[in-house]
Nanobody, 129 residues
């Protein structure tokens, strides 16, 4: 059974940085695309970033391009989200997710939550102006 545990959220000021981490307890972590999504109160869950299982290819939502960076450490079964220049509109609960199928990169089409089959419990990010 796959278990994803996020950490690293918190309260920061606009312009600050945070790094989120997600540890995947499942098997074959290195064979799965991993992603980050976020959900603000009253809004739908939205794609933030994803990283390929194979060559480290990445994809980002337009709203975070140039500010956020996703990375992975397969030796530690961990995926990261480095968030820089945070804005109040980045405030949300951030969720780590594992691709629903191994050996598939979803970056060839618009990535959505339906591409991912396992989810963490979320970590809260609050950004004050």
């Amino acid at each position: 059974q796959v278990q994803l545990v996020e950490s690293g959220g918190g309260l920061v000021q606009a312009g600050d940085s945070l790094r989120l981490s997600c540890v995947d307890s499942g098997r074959s972590f290195s064979s799965y695309t991993m992603g980050w999504f976020r959900q603000a109160p009253g809004k739908e869950r939205a794609f933030v970033a994803a990283i390929s299982w194979a060559d480290g290819s990445t994809d980002y939502a337009d709203s975070v391009k140039g500010r956020f960076a996703i990375s992975r450490d397969n030796a530690k079964n961990t995926v990261y989200l480095q968030m820089n220049s945070l804005k109040p509109e980045d405030a949300a609960t951030y969720y780590c997710a594992r691709g629903s199928r191994p050996l598939v990169w979803y970056g060839s089409w618009p990535i959505s939550a339906s591409d991912f089959g396992s989810w963490g419990q979320g970590t809260q990010v609050t950004v004050s102006s």
